[in-house]
């Protein structure tokens, strides 16, 4: 039996298949919001933190990749950071 990579695909996403089923679509537009986490040392230790980020955190954001960020800012230009 040979499968279709559309049915490959739907296999392996079953929330595109189920769009394709239902007519429904998404379409991708201008990123508008970038929001970037720098690191997890934070002076709360909120439980509902998503970063799981509190004041005896010490991981930080390397300069490179805060270097690729800027780049990638300037290119793409999202409205707020």
């Known amino acids: 039996m040979t499968v279709s990579p559309e049915q490959s695909s739907n ?7 189920k769009l394709r089923e239902t007519g429904y679509f998404l379409r991708r537009r201008k990123i508008e919001t970038l929001q970037v986490n720098l690191g997890r040392k934070c002076n709360q230790a909120c439980r509902h ?10 991981e930080t954001m390397e300069a490179s990749t805060a270097g690729r ?3 990638w800012i300037q290119r793409y230009r999202p409205t707020v950071v």
Do not use: G, L, Q
Not at 11 to 17: D, G, H, L, S, T
Not at 49 to 58: I, L
């Open 11 to 17: 296999e392996r996403n079953p929330f595109a298949a």
């Open 49 to 58: 933190c998503h970063v799981d980020a509190a004041p005896w955190r010490t």
């Open 69 to 71: 960020i800027v780049d």
